[in-house]
């Protein structure tokens, strides 16, 4: 079992930068691919960024690629999502998600059924 525990989020003005954190509880936070993702009001949940547990290839929707960079420090068991030049547009809640890989051959994880566990979300809210 495993819980996330988001933070960061806020409010910021457009072009502006956040930095996301996820904690998780328990052992092995080594053995999880993690991932972020978004909903917008009125939208579905979509695909944002993902890492596996070795910290490398990191993978991006098209839209954040070049604008935000996922990281992992697995001695404190965190995850990270560090957003520059925000758009309005990416108001939203931010979640953090896991996915068991006891092997450690996952690379990426990109669809939002795949992952076994998911955090409460934070808002951020990006005002133009």
């Known amino acids: 079992q495993v819980q996330l525990v988001e933070s960061g989020g806020g409010l910021v003005q457009a072009v502006g930068s956040l930095r996301l954190s996820c904690a998780a509880s328990?052992?092995?936070?080594?053995?999880?691919?993690m991932g972020w993702f978004r909903q917008a009001p009125g939208k579905g949940r979509e695909f944002v960024a993902s890492i596996p547990w070795s910290g490398g290839p990191t993978f991006y929707s098209d839209s954040v690629k070049g604008r935000f960079t996922i990281s992992r420090d697995n001695a404190k068991n965190t995850v990270y999502l560090q957003m520059n030049s925000l758009k309005p547009e990416e108001t939203a809640v931010y979640y953090c998600?896991?996915?068991?890989?006891?092997?450690?051959?996952?690379?990426?994880?990109?669809?939002?059924?795949?992952?076994?566990?998911w955090g409460q979300g934070t808002q951020v809210t990006v005002s133009s």
């Open positions: 998600a896991a996915r068991s890989d006891q092997e450690g051959t996952i690379v990426s994880v990109t669809r939002r059924w795949e992952y076994d566990y």
């Open positions: 328990g052992r092995h936070f080594s053995n999880y691919v």
